[in-house]
């Protein structure tokens, strides 16, 4: 047997275990990721999901508070604006 042809026989056996390594991973992986989401659909079937009446009783919270933040910062907008503005003319 010429050394290519041993080289070849060689590279083949290397590959052909590559390729089993990788398929037992894949497959490892696989059954990880089944079981994940498997897990995950307990986990949401035990969650204690809010009513209509809380959901948007949560939701006016959230939009009233927003706007109070909205406005809080326009206010501040407004006077630093004004000081920025006015102040420096006065120091002179």
């Not at 497959?27 to 999901?49: I, M, N, P």
């Not at 910062?73 to 006077?79: C, F, N, P, Q, R």
Request: no cysteine; net charge positive; hydrophobic share 65%.
């Amino acid at each position: 047997m010429s050394p290519w042809t041993i080289a070849g026989l060689v590279l083949a056996l290397v590959a052909a275990a590559a390729l089993v390594v990788w398929r037992e991973r894949v497959k490892v992986g696989v059954r990880a990721s089944v079981v994940f989401v498997g897990e995950v659909t307990g986990e949401v079937q035990k969650v204690t999901w809010p009513d209509r009446q809380q959901l948007k009783n949560a939701t006016l919270v959230i939009l009233a508070f927003v706007a109070l933040v909205a406005l809080l910062i326009g206010v501040l907008d407004i006077v630093l604006q004004w000081l920025v503005v006015t102040l420096p003319g006065r120091v002179a």
